[in-house]
């Protein structure tokens, strides 16, 4: 299955932060984008000699379907993806973005919601504090941030929801944890807590909650995402005719045989049915499916090609024909 | 579908026995997790089926009325719990936009900013109304537009990683209750359902439904076998339906006892983040299978070979024997046939 992607284009970027940028996208062609939950995120194709996959908070309203604003900080030791969304993408710009996805959305059966936020940790609170302020769900927002000044979007969300912010210009977290280890020992029998932003400080939130006898169920966490997919390009060959084939990094072992005119059975392409199911000759898979046994796993006799990949370079050598 | 299509359950045309969801790839029979890409057609042998996530056939008036009775005698039919609201609301949209795309002729939308009117020719109803303004409609969302619907819907809400069953509608269900099951976890819901545990297929649906995403459907099917042309097979009337499996007899096979096929579709809803299951469930006779040969005789070399827990589990135990001589003596015949 080919990721669909819906082409937008940047109808504003500007500086939140000196090292924080916000691209607004609209579609190209007028068709409303589609709605979503709120903590959602798109994965934005970055142009460039090296196009990057990032995946990036939507911070707007979740029913905003004429326009989604991203907000980026640079990260120089990044894979180049941040950056390239700071130097080489310009208003008018038309990039391809996934539609919405989201691995950390509230819980709706909650009655309050505490969240935390740590610096750019603060992008997938806006769709948050937007929904929750209309369907009249308590909330409470905590925003740490290392800006004398304020962080990026405070002005913004203390205008929206002014009861529910709590500011905390405090670059070491300490401030925060403080008032944390107040609200944490207060907040009624169905709160739950959601923390995004760098792993230290959500590390140091999710002791303190557990400290104090949060259960795991109602903790939620956003890592800042890397996006997985497909990464290191490797070798193929094939037992039967010996031909080898090389995969790229952002194609799967399916993709690539198929590519080359082989008749792969597949159904599901997420790693999950079996159907495409491959024996493997010699070299090590880098399995990645969720069908196989952990005895099969362990094994390295089979690899499901729709995908897992290759530990190293390769060649993983199948047994095709 | 002709718009002048009867309201009765008077089996199926030629056309429709065509587009049956004949689900048996091979001739033995074991549970996979057999999911595929929706909205993409599925052979069966003589056509294809699969074309749209909701489908409209030519039993849409009887069923809806059917649904309509179903729901005016157990109202528990049909259950929303409270935190479910925006993904009813999230129905409502998947459903009319679904409908009006891919059945223009039935059913149109037309959308204003978050206005919305509605048409469906079929049950001559039309609806101005606000997404996510209760008050809007004449009832509670999921009811409305479920009431509109060959299927039957399960809304999952994904809790961290975890997914409960927190709203549905179920008039069509195959031996199951939705009032019994709603509330309860994924793997709960399938604890009864033999193998699957062990082999690890429910263990994968549940973390490719965990990872399910927008914008992409996928589908699978399921079966069962059910005497008379009867669509309420819920656990609430069992004594309506149960008896029938012990008192049906061989000349009655072709005629009342019937493959029932289940098209289950896994959506991933937008504003909600729920997981939507819509479940059609198809009928067809012994009879109409057999109209298409190689249908039955790899029904009966599947049935044959049926394990026993399988064959206990999906209540066939009374009939199976029977059905399968039934369906050696038709496919004999014909193979002697001389034309």
Aim: with cysteine; glycine share 8%.
């Amino acid at each position: 299955m080919a990721v669909t992607t819906l082409a937008v284009r940047v109808a504003e970027a500007r500086a939140l932060a000196p090292d924080v940028r916000e691209l607004v996208l609209e579609p190209v062609d007028g068709t409303p984008l589609p709605p979503f939950s709120p903590g959602s995120h798109v994965v934005v194709h970055v142009p460039g000699e090296r196009p990057r996959k990032n995946a990036y908070s939507l911070a707007c309203a979740p029913w905003s379907t004429d326009r989604y604003r991203i907000a980026v900080r640079r990260l120089d030791a990044g894979r180049g993806g941040s950056v390239g969304v700071h130097a080489r993408v310009a208003p008018g710009d038309v990039l391809a973005i996934e539609p919405p996805r989201n691995l950390f959305a509230p819980v709706a059966r909650a009655t309050r919601h505490v969240l935390v936020a740590g610096g750019i940790g603060i992008t997938p609170f806006v769709s948050y504090a937007h929904q929750l302020r209309a369907e009249g769900v308590a909330f409470e927002l905590h925003y740490a941030f290392r800006e004398p000044g304020g962080g990026p979007l405070l002005d913004e969300l203390e205008a929206l929801c002014p009861d529910a912010v709590h500011a905390y210009a405090d670059p070491t977290g300490q401030t925060l944890l403080a008032a944390l280890d107040d609200v944490l020992s207060r907040r009624p029998l169905g709160t739950h807590l959601s923390v995004c932003g760098p792993a230290p400080m959500m590390d140091a939130v999710v002791a303190l909650a557990g400290d104090l006898g949060w259960p795991a169920s109602r903790i939620h966490l956003e890592r800042f995402s890397v996006e997985a997919g497909p990464t290191a390009p490797f070798e193929v060959q094939l037992a039967g005719d010996g031909r080898r084939l090389s995969v790229g990094e952002d194609e799967s072992l399916l993709e690539a045989l198929e590519a080359a005119g082989l008749d792969v059975p597949y159904l599901c392409r997420q790693g999950i049915c079996g159907e495409c199911r491959t024996g493997v000759v010699d070299g090590t898979p880098d399995h990645r499916d969720m069908f196989l046994t952990p005895e099969e796993r362990a094994s390295d006799a089979w690899v499901m090609p729709c995908v897992s990949r290759c530990a190293g370079a390769g060649p993983l050598v199948l047994d095709l024909p | 579908m002709p718009a002048t299509a009867l309201s009765v359950p008077s089996g199926n045309s030629p056309e429709a026995i065509a587009r049956f969801p004949f689900p048996f790839e091979a001739d033995t029979y074991m549970y996979a997790t057999n999911v595929e890409e929706a909205e993409r057609p599925h052979p069966n042998g003589v056509a294809t089926w699969g074309e749209h996530v909701y489908d409209i056939d030519e039993h849409y008036r009887f069923e809806i009325a059917e649904r309509a009775r179903v729901l005016a005698a157990d109202p528990a039919r049909c259950q929303v719990m409270p935190h479910m609201r925006l993904a009813a609301w999230d129905v409502v949209e998947d459903a009319t936009t679904r409908l009006a795309r891919d059945f223009p002729a039935h059913f149109s939308l037309e959308r204003r900013g978050t206005e919305r009117r509605w048409v469906n020719r079929l049950l001559e109803l039309e609806q101005v109304y606000v997404v996510e303004d209760d008050g809007s409609l004449p009832m509670e969302p999921f009811e409305w537009i479920t009431r509109q619907l060959q299927e039957d819907v399960e809304l999952l809400d994904q809790r961290g990683d975890d997914l409960y069953f927190d709203a549905g509608i179920l008039t069509f269900g195959a031996d199951w209750s939705l009032d019994f099951d709603l509330g309860m976890h994924f793997l709960e819901i399938h604890g009864p359902v033999p193998r699957v545990h062990e082999m690890g297929v429910i263990p994968r649906a549940f973390q490719f439904l965990q990872r399910l995403t927008p914008g992409v459907a996928y589908r699978r099917t399921n079966w069962t076998m059910t005497v008379g042309r009867r669509l309420d097979t819920c656990t609430e009337v069992y004594p309506e339906w149960g008896p029938d499996r012990a008192s049906l007899r061989y000349e009655e096979i072709g005629e009342r006892l019937h493959l029932r096929v289940e098209v289950q579709h896994f959506v991933r809803l937008p504003r909600s983040n729920a997981v939507m299951f819509p479940i059609h469930t198809y009928l067809a006779s012994l009879d109409e299978i057999c109209t298409i040969p190689a249908w039955a005789q790899r029904l009966e070399r599947v049935l044959g070979s049926l394990p026993q827990d399988l064959v206990d589990y999906k209540g066939l135990t009374r009939y199976r024997d029977m059905a399968v001589d039934w369906l050696a003596e038709r496919n004999a015949t014909r193979t002697e046939d001389p034309r």
